[in-house]
């Protein structure tokens, strides 16, 4: 009897000795881990993808955001064990640290995720492939990009991403929000649209989005163009020239020529009925939506009207008339643009130089929902003297102006 209790005494002790030694190792951990950290100041680490707890800690350690890796990886550990709430794995990402941040928040820092957002904004009336190279040039994003999407498929918009995101996720992102937005607009379209499908809405959207960047004009523009569809007129729209000639490209970098305009192209809505076989960019939301609930007027025509907006007109008369004032302004911008050269020559300055992006502009007053005259100028039956980017204005005197009546094709 006396030999059991000596053994179930000794049990006794080396558990109370073990459980002390536990719990005097659990306080200690505890409490390094809830002091506060080493850092003096806020700093930034990036975790990269696939790196493992250990791993992490080592390198919060070598870059002095904690004192101990083991201690991190204990408290880790423990706060799941014995914490209110589970831990969840430890993400990767670029996080900012604040000041003597402790190991429990630097831990609940990268549990939550909540990493340093960077943007990428792809704005409206790019291509697809427009949209890839600048994806491409964005070096927080990783990844390569091997097929170009389909034109049209994309929503412009702005994307906050973590460093180190995959650009497919962006792209992902933006397939998913066009599919999104045409699923909860095309339930809402006006009746006796001339269109058949969501996928000419895109197709007539995206020529909405090249004609004016002015969010006043959208649902007058599709107008514009639905009064033609309705009356067996064509398009003749300047950006689809453009994109019969350089595709996904985008930018012609000179103006649009009569032979431009005269040349076949599946794209040419001055050579082709109706609509064009895709879209020629990627429209936006308003875009979709004036698309989708146009101007109640008559329009036919538009012209630049120097201010930034356009003239629209019901008939060709009026529209020659808004185009000899158009040509009255461009010849009054470039006098003056001219008188501005002179003048930088002679004191010896250099004129700067347009942007690539946007190619050349015959005058101030042409912008991105400014298009020049060359369209309704160029032809009898042309119903949109301002269309075309500001990437493809060509000079007025380059094509005749308008002097019979629109011939239905």
């Not at 170009?148 to 998913?176: N, Q, V």
Request: net charge neutral.
């Amino acid at each position: 009897m006396g030999s059991f209790v000596r053994v179930i005494s000794g049990i006794l002790t080396v558990s109370l000795v073990v459980m002390l030694l536990v719990g005097g190792t659990t306080f200690a951990i505890f409490n390094n881990f809830e002091s506060a950290g080493p850092l003096d100041a806020p700093r930034t680490v990036v975790i990269p993808k696939g790196e493992g707890r250990i791993a992490i800690a080592e390198r919060l350690e070598k870059e002095g955001i904690i004192t101990n890796r083991w201690t991190f990886v204990g408290g880790y550990l423990l706060q799941g064990l014995l914490g209110s709430r589970k831990t969840t794995e430890l993400r990767a990402g670029e996080y900012e640290i604040k000041e003597h941040a402790s190991m429990r928040e630097v831990i609940d820092t990268l549990a939550e995720g909540k990493s340093i957002l960077y943007k990428a904004t792809l704005p409206e009336g790019l291509t697809s492939e427009q949209i890839v190279e600048r994806l491409k040039a964005e070096p927080n994003l990783s990844g390569e990009i091997s097929n170009i999407p389909p034109e049209g498929t994309l929503l412009p918009d702005t994307y906050y991403f973590s460093k180190g995101a995959s650009r497919h996720e962006i792209l992902d992102r933006m397939r998913d929000g066009m599919e999104k937005a045409m699923t909860e607009l095309w339930e809402e379209r006006d009746p006796d649209l001339p269109i058949r499908s969501v996928e000419e809405l895109v197709t007539f959207a995206s020529i909405v989005e090249k004609e004016t960047g002015r969010p006043d004009e959208r649902d007058r523009v599709a107008a514009v163009f639905y009064n033609r569809l309705k009356k067996g007129m064509r398009l003749q729209s300047d950006p689809t020239i453009i994109y019969g000639i350089v595709g996904g490209q985008g930018v012609l970098g000179r103006g649009i020529t009569k032979a431009d305009i005269d040349t076949k192209s599946p794209y040419n809505t001055y050579q082709i009925n109706g609509l064009p076989p895709g879209p020629i960019c990627n429209p936006g939301k308003p875009a979709l939506q004036a698309a989708l609930h146009p101007a109640k007027t008559s329009d036919l025509y538009f012209v630049a009207d120097g201010t930034g907006g356009h003239t629209f007109s019901e008939t060709l008369k009026d529209h020659n008339s808004a185009v000899q004032k158009w040509r009255a302004v461009e010849k009054q911008t470039k006098a003056k643009q001219g008188a501005a050269d002179t003048s930088d020559q002679d004191t010896g300055t250099t004129p700067i130089p347009q942007s690539s992006d946007s190619g050349p502009k015959p005058s101030p007053v042409t912008t991105k929902g400014q298009k020049s005259p060359k369209a309704a100028a160029a032809t009898a039956d042309s119903g949109n003297a301002g269309s075309g980017s500001a990437d493809t204005s060509a000079n007025a005197s380059d094509v005749p102006l308008p002097v019979r009546k629109p011939k239905k094709p």
